[in-house]
């Protein structure tokens, strides 16, 4: 979409009360407009922007103003995280925008996907990271279960990232909770911690999936699905106009019911989707408001405020 109309489709998002956007891809700082889009949008919304290292750098003018960079990092061993990631050098590079977006006052996060790979190492990986006063949010290594019409494929079942050692990965989110007692910085909250533990150790979920009401995704073209594994169901442009249809109350309805994945950033959006579900955050996350620039803080402070009002 040109970017004139990813500016009306962010100000349908706002008008439906949306307050955080995460703009991942491929790689959205591909796009030359980014800066633009970027100013736009953290105007409007909480804006994080993932990024495997490749981009930021050169990019850095453009994210000036969003409230979080994430970018992928897998484990400390830089040939181990090359041949995760497929691509020789791309540690290098995720280390140098890290630290040169640290340097520069741009609020970085680093972002490693927990798989059979790295599961051993993520305890010592959180350490080095917040030691240094950079945060933590994980990805959970997983992979898409079908075939079928799909907004955009992520996960392909992979032998070596499975994650077999189930008691090692309850172990981990033990540590988590553990560590979010006496150090700041990671940014996960323990209600979803504790979530990934149970599904762990018996397979059980806690959570019920909220797509389409808790979150939602939206493509290149502006196509609306409840998650990337969906099939689109609305343009962005009438959304307003379907959000409370009853063929969106049927969808959601469905999506509730299903069990077809197990991506963190979903589960985590599921547990936290209604108002309690919200405050829940808050308090979870409030030792980690100072290691948030000014302006993220005051979108936070604002959001927070909201959701207290409604509540
Ligand atoms: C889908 S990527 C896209 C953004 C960008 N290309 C990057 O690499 O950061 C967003 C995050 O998902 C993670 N990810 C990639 N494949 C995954 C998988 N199969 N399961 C869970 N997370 C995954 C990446 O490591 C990254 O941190
Ligand atoms: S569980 Fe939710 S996020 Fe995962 S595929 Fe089903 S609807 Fe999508």
Request: glycine share 6%; charged share 25%.
């Amino acid at each position: 979409m040109p970017t004139e109309k990813i500016k009306d489709g962010l100000d349908v998002l706002q008008r439906l009360g949306v307050i955080e956007i995460v703009f991942s891809g491929g790689n959205p700082l591909l796009r030359d407009d980014i800066d633009e889009i970027l100013e736009y949008a953290s105007r409007r919304f909480i804006t994080t922007v993932y990024d495997n290292g490749s981009l930021a750098v050169k990019k850095i003018d453009a994210l000036q103003n969003v409230d979080f960079v994430a970018i992928s990092l897998d484990t400390l061993n830089e040939k181990q995280n090359d041949y995760i990631k497929g691509v020789p050098g791309a540690w290098k590079k995720a280390m140098e925008a890290i630290e040169t977006l640290h340097e520069k006052g741009i609020s970085v996060t680093v972002s490693p996907t927990i798989s059979q790979f790295n599961i051993s190492e993520i305890i010592d990986f959180t350490k080095y990271f917040t030691d240094r006063d950079i945060p933590v949010w994980y990805c959970l290594y997983s992979y898409d279960t079908s075939d079928e019409d799909k907004l955009f494929s992520i996960g392909k079942r992979e032998n070596e990232f499975e994650i077999v050692d189930r008691k090692a990965l309850a172990k981990v989110c033990d540590s988590l909770i553990e560590m979010k007692n006496n150090r700041n910085g990671i940014f996960i909250t323990t209600r979803t911690l504790d979530a990934i533990k149970q599904f762990s150790l018996n397979g059980r979920r806690t959570w019920k999936c909220k797509a389409l009401q808790g979150f939602f995704m939206v493509d290149h073209l502006g196509r609306v699905a409840g998650c990337h594994c969906l099939k689109p169901v609305a343009s962005v442009f009438d959304l307003p106009k379907v959000w409370g249809s009853p063929r969106f109350e049927s969808l959601r309805k469905e999506y509730n019911e299903c069990d077809r994945c197990s991506y963190l950033c979903y589960i985590f959006y599921s547990l936290h989707a209604s108002v309690a579900g919200n405050l829940e955050v808050i308090r979870d996350q409030w030792k980690n408001a100072k290691l948030l620039l000014p302006q993220a803080r005051t979108k936070m402070i604002n959001r927070w405020k909201d959701v207290a009002v409604t509540n």
